[in-house]
């Protein structure tokens, strides 16, 4: 099966940089396009960031400019790197696998992982 193991979440202060880190297995990461996604209490789950197979990069508005969303192939694993947190960034953050096209959209991917909390205080 395929498996998404997110890590590096925490509590930080506004301003403040935090790293996820998503693991895949069973699963080359090529060979789609992956994403990272968060979702806020009573809020729906929203798209942050995706990276094609060809490496390109696309992010939400809110986010741009602060986060950077990146790949190692050989450790198969996907970074949310992420600057200037504000506390509207808090939320559980989700990344995801299998897109066939660049997208931003929840149903576009089939795999995800657990999630991991990012608590941005004032």
């Known amino acids: 099966d395929v498996q998404l193991v997110e890590s590096g979440g925490g509590s930080v202060q506004a301003g403040g940089t935090l790293r996820l880190s998503c693991v895949v297995s069973?699963?080359?990461?090529?060979?789609?396009?992956m994403g990272w996604f968060r979702q806020a209490p009573g809020k729906e789950r929203e798209g942050v960031a995706a990276?094609?197979?060809?490496?390109?990069?696309g992010y939400a508005d809110s986010v741009k400019g602060r986060f950077t969303i990146s790949t190692d192939n050989a450790k198969k694993t996907l970074y949310l790197q992420m600057n200037s947190l504000k506390p509207e960034d808090t939320a559980i953050y989700y990344c995801?696998?299998?897109?066939?096209?660049?997208?931003?959209?929840?149903?576009?991917?089939?795999?995800w992982g657990q999630g991991t909390q990012v608590t941005v205080s004032s």
């Open positions: 995801a696998a299998g897109a066939w096209t660049y997208e931003l959209t929840v149903s576009a991917y089939p795999y």
């Open positions: 990276t094609t197979r060809q490496g390109s990069t």
């Open positions: 069973n699963y080359r990461i090529s060979s789609s396009c």
